[in-house]
């Protein structure tokens, strides 16, 4: 940025840039073009493009994305000419659509009333919400077409039931919404029919990265089952990974016997699966990536489920623009292919599928809910049926005519886990015509930060905003709530926003915190934000900090038209620093 003058000006930014684009808007840029890459290059630790292209607080930087051959063709522009001017316009609607399952049935020869239930999720996501090709993430939908093409023609002696799932990337929101319609609380007449035939679900989660199958039971955003990590139902669920996955060993080690040994099949099995990142095989199986699977809900009503996942596969394309056709590795697709389709196909032809392997399983360790709909835990289960608890509430805002509360429709709610415990546990929701919002399977493990928000869609900017003021009711935190838990209203006020940059102290030039030894964590600066006149601290206000290793950025909202001051403190310090 030598010599470039940046304020006022719209910047371009290579795509591997991590979070450095805050500084371009620290130095007043008006907005930042991420250009492709020359080289795509695997995740860092714990990294996505979501950890490194948006923060978690609302700060309105618009930042855009511009493909090939658009991007040479304005670099060249730039090279030539120096410098041109541009308009760019970027609106950004929230609005509540309808998913749609799509359910296919196979049905067997032998076992026509129970069945094997086959999903993979069909649809896309990006960082670039309007540029989201998924060609990678499409390899498991495909696979499920495919296989289900070639059952139709043959029939296994167990009904094979699949199922397409939508909103993948809203959360698993197909895969919950056919386990609250079918299983849990089990709503509509025709799932709760198919719900009590199924006696388990293989799920594809896959990519072409390689060719090597990975069976995982766990996953990223539900980590524990019902009944938690106690020492009796992890010894349950091992005694099911045991007595399934040995069906999937002997299928492989027949199916690879009358292969050369270049053309045999890769499998893998491991205890935990994704849970255990970092610990013995798993640490070079698994990406960085959090992946979350779409069997996870109806694990947390314990029914047997599985994903078949890619694994040696670091997923370098996974929620990004250039996960485009040109990037699959078709080999690698067909391999995997052909082994789900001889997986499926033997699963569904035992005889003693059901008999040996998951009913003894069941009844030994709880694992499963046989062939009927659960609605309450099993005996010997003092756990709630996460599925039960039903986290409600209202978004509301302080009324002074009224001197109550008043509903806001059509508010964002945001729900984010906040322990390592809770994965990657994510939920964006809106409220009804009448502000209320309700969400199904929070367990007692959830963990999270929630807030409320209106966004002016042309602007960018957040109109309504948390209240963290006197008429603050619901807490911005929550953990472990009961079956139909009411957390009242989450408050939130007309508002004006201001971004603060370079939150650094004069006495350290480094960002202001301090070290609290009882907490054994950093805890960073404190702001408080007062009326100028009165000095006074304001009835409504919010305050929001986030730190990089470069970069503090704070976001302070307040009411419409008036003066504030606001003051920046360390919170060990006497005095404030600005």
Known sequence: LEGKHVNGNIAL???????????????????????????????????????????PIPLNFPRFYLPEPDASNLLGILTSEGQVSATLRANTYWEKTKGINIIGLVKGTTYPEKY???????????????????????????CLLEIARVLAASPPKYSVLFVALGAHHQDLGGAQAFAEDGFWPGTNPFLRLLAERIIIQLNLDISTGSETIYAVYFGNF??????????????????????????????????????????????????????????????????????????EPLKMLRLPTWTFTTIYDCRPYFMTPFDTLDNVNMHNLERQLELLYILIYRTSNLDDLFSRYITQVISASGIGWG???????????????????????????????????????????????NTPAMGFFRKILMTDKNGTFGLWGVTQFTSADISAWVIDSSTGNPTFAPDLGQHKYAPLAFSGP????????MVVFPCSSMA?????????????????????????????????????????????????????????????????????????????LA
Do not use: C
């Open 13 to 55: 930014m290579n795509w591997y840039s991590e979070h450095r684009w805050l500084t371009l808007a620290n130095l007043g840029a008006k907005a930042v073009i991420f250009l492709p890459p020359t080289q795509i290059l695997p995740p860092a630790p714990a990294g996505s493009p979501e950890s490194t292209k948006s923060i």
């Open 116 to 142: 094997v239930m086959v999903t993979a999720y069909y649809d896309s996501g990006s960082i670039t919400s309007s540029l989201a090709p998924g060609a990678q993430e499409a390899s498991g939908i495909s």
């Open 222 to 295: 539900y980590p524990y089952p019902l009944g938690g990590s106690s020492a009796g139902v992890l010894q349950g669920m091992e005694q099911h990974f045991d007595a399934v996955s040995s069906i999937w060993e002997n299928i492989m080690k027949e199916a690879n016997q009358q292969l050369p040994r270049e053309e045999r099949y890769s499998f893998i099995r491991y205890w935990g699966g994704i849970q255990l990142t970092g610990h013995g095989v798993q640490a070079d199986a698994m990406s960085w990536n959090q992946r979350n699977f779409d069997s």
């Open 371 to 417: 062939n009927f709909v659960p609605r309450a835990a099993p005996s010997g289960h003092s756990s709630p049926n996460p599925m039960n608890s039903f986290f409600k509430g209202t978004v509301a805002k302080w009324d002074e005519t009224k001197a109550w509360y008043t509903p806001v429709p059509n508010a964002i709610v945001y729900i984010r886990g």
């Open 482 to 489: 009961s079956p139909a838990a009411d957390i009242g209203f």
């Open 500 to 576: 603060l940059f370079n939150l650094y102290s004069p006495n350290t030039l480094r960002a202001p915190e301090v070290y609290q030894e009882q907490l054994r964590m950093w805890i960073p600066v404190a702001l408080s934000v007062r009326d100028h006149v009165s000095q006074a601290p304001l009835t409504y206000y919010g305050t929001w900090l986030y730190r990089t290793p470069d970069e503090v950025v704070a976001i302070v909202t307040f009411p419409p038209d008036v003066p504030v001051d606001i003051l920046v403190n360390e919170q060990a310090d006497r005095y404030p």
